[in-house]
């Protein structure tokens, strides 16, 4: 599975054209792969970058 994040893969047009083009560029045994938007959308790396903050601050 693959995951991306903005504002413009929240629209079901480009997702679905970004799984076609790349299912027709990869190898057969790899065009089980999907391509899905991040469930936190726009804040999925603000989200990210919070996570990491908080591990090294940790240390």
Do not use: F
């Not at 079901?12 to 391509?35: D, F, H, M, T, W």
């Not at 899905?36 to 919070?50: C, E, I, S």
């Amino acid at each position: 599975r693959i995951i991306l994040g903005g504002g413009i893969m929240a629209q079901e047009y480009v997702l679905s054209e970004v799984n076609r083009k790349v299912k027709a560029q990869i190898a057969p045994g790899l065009r089980i792969v999907e391509i899905v938007p991040a469930k936190l959308a726009n804040t999925a790396g603000m989200m990210g970058a919070v996570s990491l903050a908080e591990k090294l601050l940790a240390q």
